[in-house]
């Protein structure tokens, strides 16, 4: 496992590397800059200000002292928001990303596995036949659809639920149901089809020869084993949750980091845009490592794969 | 596994089984309304009317209209026209540049195989929905530029499948027996490889289309995707959420047809996959 892990870590460079030279040259072949305004500034004063920034040297230079700062873990100071720097701004907004994502993670768990299991379960009964069409509909309602219709239900219509914040406990319900109930669907479908295969095998049917209670054979050998592959997808789905969080954060008014990385991109504030990127690149890489040494945890044989 | 004949025909008759395309026909019509309908229609997309103003919907104006007085019935289709235009291009994009890439990787192995599935792996590390917002809010905003964006993240999936099908394939004996009859290397992928994992291809594009529809109308959403005057579901759907409690006409309808569509292509996929048996 320690091998893996440095060997990960190790490929993870080039990557790294790879992200922030495409990202760097992406951002500066872009028409506009960050001292590009509405209102436009007096020449000299804008010249006085790329002067403070290193804006005006030339394009190699920026580049390597950009990476430079990067390997002393310096993402540099915000261009839009004077005075802050970029770990700053990331440190309190991924946070409020963070919790939303977990909640929504949870909420896609508790109802996407139960679905799964007890479709799979029945299946091709009513139960089965009924919750299988439903979960197909979730994915047909994405997250800006959703959303919308449930701040209708439940702030709208009924008044029980602030529409905009992110002050109390109950501002995290709405968000994370919207943002959970997407990803429910495709558990849900992974869940039963992984956990139909599981019933087929022939260990399940000699624990029931064996004569081990019904629950504690789809318990412990069925659901364990058809988690597997829930599991391959559960990694993506966690990291996609807590960075796919833009369009979430912008119905409901969530200050998270995702807010911040479309406004920063739209400013051309370029440290904000570079230090999101990397950040949730390395954030998607550790996710990647962990799930893999859970699934080889959990599943030895996986390991020569 | 052995099973009661009773218990196998079951299986076979189960609902994932069943071979159904009303998920095509359904994804059909829906694009030929959106295609056919503007041309045969009094109104057109530009078309304001500002005393008509956000009008519930009437037999005027069937799903009502926009705050500009813009027939919302002629708008929700014009925008299928995009969604489902982009949909289809960037998986065919996808598809162009994700099948000859796998099935040369997976077809030769050895060290051009993991030179080639390295990067797809270098590249599957990025923040995909990070890079296209990046790519769509910094090149500007054209059609183009969004489907080439989406596609050029969506072949990575597409090269990984056909590159697992395809080197299972290759093990076969007929693929050694037919490089023993002198065939080349390219016949042999013509002729046997590509049918051989064309079942798969097959469902993955049809599920690729949904998901491009998605990100797209997801961007649409953000304002990143489509500009006016010209418009996608999304752009409709993000209209019509910020007046939502006043005209909640303005979000059904797109609503409602984005929905159905993903919904027919998704349950097409599935029975597609159920059908040539395809575990991905």
């Known amino acids: 496992m320690l091998s893996i892990s440095l060997r990960r870590i190790v490929q993870a460079i080039p990557t790294l590397c790879f992200i922030a030279t495409a990202t760097f040259l992406l951002l500066r072949l872009a028409p506009g800059g960050p001292f590009d305004q509405e209102k436009a500034l007096a020449p000299e004063v804008k010249a006085q200000v790329e002067a403070f920034y290193g ?25 839009k928001y004077a005075g802050w720097q970029v770990e700053r701004i990331i440190g309190q907004s991924f946070p409020v990303s963070l919790e939303l994502g977990c909640w929504a993670f949870l909420v896609a768990l508790a109802i996407g596995l139960p679905i799964g299991i007890a479709a799979a379960l029945k299946n091709g009964r009513i139960l089965d036949q009924l919750l299988m069409p439903t979960s197909a509909l979730g994915i047909c309602l994405p997250p800006f659809v959703l959303g919308p219709v449930l701040l209708l239900i439940f702030s709208s219509a009924c008044g029980w639920l602030n529409p905009l914040g992110w002050h109390s406990a109950s501002d995290r319900i709405l968000p994370a149901l919207t943002m959970g109930t997407f990803y429910a669907a495709f558990i ?9 295969e599981v019933l087929q095998q022939n260990y399940i049917t000699s624990a ?72 949730y690149a390395v954030l998607i890489l550790c996710f990647n490592l962990l799930v893999d040494l859970i699934q080889i945890w959990l599943n030895p044989r996986s390991r020569d794969a | 596994m052995h099973k009661p004949a009773k218990e196998l025909l079951k299986d076979h008759m ?22 056919l309908v503007p041309f045969f229609s009094s109104h057109n997309i530009q078309e304001t009317n500002l005393a008509k103003g956000a009008q519930a919907p009437s037999l005027e104006h069937w799903f009502g209209t926009d705050d500009l007085g813009r027939d919302l019935f002629i708008r929700t289709l014009a925008g299928g026209q995009v969604s ?44 995909f929905t990070i890079i296209v917002i990046l790519l769509t809010t910094l090149l500007g905003r054209s059609i183009a530029l969004l489907f080439i964006a989406i596609g050029a993240v969506e072949w990575l999936t597409m090269a990984r499948i056909v590159r697992a099908q ?5 093990q076969n004996t007929y693929i050694s027996a037919a490089r023993t009859a002198g065939l080349s290397h390219r016949q042999i992928i013509r002729q046997h490889i590509f049918p051989n994992c064309i079942g798969t291809v097959i469902v993955y594009s049809v599920l690729t289309i949904p998901a491009v529809i998605l990100l797209e109308s997801t961007l649409s959403f953000l304002g990143l995707g489509i500009q006016p005057p010209a ?23 797109p609503t409602a047809l984005f929905s159905l569509t993903l919904f027919a292509l998704n349950q097409l996929g599935e029975n597609l996959r159920a059908h040539y048996d395809v575990n991905t």
């Open chain 2, 84 to 127: 489902i235009g982009v949909g289809l291009a960037a998986t065919l994009v996808a598809l162009m540049i994700g099948l000859p890439y796998g099935l040369i990787a997976g077809y030769y192995a050895g060290r051009i195989d993991s030179l080639m599935m390295r990067l797809v792996d270098v590249l599957y590390a990025l923040p």
């Open chain 1, 55 to 79: 804006l005006d040297q030339p394009l190699w230079q920026q580049y390597l002292h950009y990476l430079g700062n990067l390997l002393q873990g310096e993402l540099g100071p915000s261009y």
């Open chain 1, 188 to 196: 849900a479908r992974l869940m039963r089809a992984s956990l139909l």
């Open chain 1, 208 to 279: 029931r020869a064996k004569g081990l209670n019904p629950a504690r054979v789809i318990g412990l050998h069925a659901v364990r084993n058809a988690l597997h592959p829930v599991l391959a997808y559960l990694g993506p789905t966690l990291a996609g949750l807590i960075t796919g969080s833009f369009v979430i954060e912008s119905i409901f008014f969530v200050p998270g980091l995702g807010q911040f990385f479309v406004q920063a991109a739209f400013n051309r504030d370029y440290t904000l845009v570079m230090g999101t990127v990397l950040f």
């Open chain 2, 14 to 35: 189960s609902p994932t089984r069943k071979k159904s395309y009303w998920g095509l026909y359904c994804f059909l019509l829906i694009a030929a309304l959106c295609w």
């Open chain 2, 231 to 253: 418009s996608s579901w999304g752009a409709l759907i993000s209209e019509g959420a910020k007046k939502l409690d006043v005209y909640p006409w303005q979000i059904l309808f």
């Open chain 2, 166 to 170: 395809t080197s299972a394939i290759r």
